[in-house]
């Protein structure tokens, strides 16, 4: 095992850790831990930082998983040690013993981002906004004891801006912490997000570069790349990169996520039954990875199977009650044509952005979405138009060409809409909305080739959109034979046959005399 130190990594041997504060010394059950295993944990928190999302301490040499003998928190430790999510009962029982440390140590500025990056994963993975306030305080609170050189909290509060999507406040924490320690590679996959959500590619290929030459074989760096890939539109590159992650994967938790992307790009390609089979192998792995089950509720609606797609939606539901979630079961209802039913989730919907707003979670994306297609149109541009100016991306932008072509406004639409599918990933959402606003502004040549791109890459992509979709690609009938006027030169004029020559008139023959 090495200890990172700066650029350089030093053997344990030759330079142990200063001496650290009791932050392990007691397991929860209240037994002493061997010196051994205290010495491996003080170790692994010595440099606590967030990865995308999951609670990350800098790893050693070869980032493997640390032995079971380390109890829930150690596992939790040391899951974050290989840049990999915890499992969540070892995240909890990691929360609860540093909030009983803090209470005895509150000067302690690395158990504060410790605790602070536990809260951001814990609201991450159970869609519980109320933890990010907690989090926030507790990251503060160890900027306040140690101001100067502090990554780790700077990196988690790139981190829980990321997850607030107020990409950028991200891109400034995450800045300043690649800029204290560059040569940490567990800081660039939130700058890659913060970059991501602010629709600037170039800076997203830069960082992922970067993160490629520090750590190129770790599966939490082959899942960033995976996803980077897909965003880009290359698909197989991105399966790969996303397959070789979830082989590679050691904890459940990790596979899942993996999986789950691999079946989010299956679903991508207009293969529902690919999909529900990555994503109860992601369930299998990992039982509460809620974005699977919301998948699977979505596969199976494309199947046909809907009883168990209305069950699979309302479990996820249940656990985790995401505005996103909400929005898919009630279209669903909708389609079914159970209006009741529908409109109770878009209440739903409405209360979760509500409850998310005081966390300071920025929902303004969807809700635009939703009022576009199931509210006020008018209010949903004016949403969007303020979303679009913070966090320009072109999930964005799609977003507020659609609601702009619901508010009658097609023509400004189609500039937003163009710039989604030009810049975005390969999209059958997009793709349709841009068909459609092209249709509505007689532009019926390109209105067929963007509805039928959507149709092409997933016949299935929504319950009432791609029913539209071909209702659409219907009205527009075949194009004219012939094929567009400008693959062809202009027919020559014809021209006016030339005059006749005058025939002599016909002689008699001389009479013979």
Known sequence: MEIETGSESVPQKEQRPPPAPAVWSESPRGSRRSPVVRRVLIASVAGCVVLGGVLVLRPGSGGKAAPPALGPAGRAMAAAGAGAPAALPDLTVLIGEREAHVRKHPGDDQSWAVLGAAYVERGLRTADSAYYPKAEEALRTSLKA???????????????????????????????????????????????????????????????????????????????????????????????????????????????????????????????????????AALRSDPDHHPSLAGKGRALAALGRTSEALRAYQNALVRQPAPEYALALGELYESLKLEPAARAQYDVLRARVKQEGVNGVNDERILGLFEADHGDADAAVERLRGEFKRHGSPEVADALGWALHRAGESEEGLKYATRATDKGPRSAVFAYHRGEIERELGRYGAARRHIGEALRLNPSFSPLLAPAAREALEALGDPPEGGPAQMYAPAPPPQAAPPASPRPSPTKPPQQG
Not at 165 to 185: I, N, Y
Not at 235 to 252: I, Q
Not at 257 to 265: D, I, K, Q
């Open 146 to 280: 140690r101001p100067e050189g502090n990554a780790d909290a700077l990196t988690g509060m790139a981190v829980l801006a990321n997850a607030r999507h107020d990409f950028r406040g991200a891109k400034k924490w995450a800045e300043s912490a690649v800029k204290l320690s560059p040569k940490r590679w567990s800081t660039y996959p939130a700058l890659i997000d913060a970059y991501s959500g602010l629709g600037d590619a170039k800076g997203v290929g830069r960082a992922l570069e970067t993160l490629q030459e520090l750590n190129s074989g770790a599966p939490a760096v082959m899942a960033r790349s995976g996803q980077v890939y897909r965003d880009r539109g290359w698909r197989e590159d991105a399966a790969s990169k996303l397959m070789d992650a979830a082989a590679l994967a050691e904890g459940s938790a990790e596979k899942a996520v993996c999986l789950y992307r691999v079946g989010e790009l299956a679903w991508e390609r207009g293969e529902p039954a690919e999909a529900l089979r990555y994503y109860e």
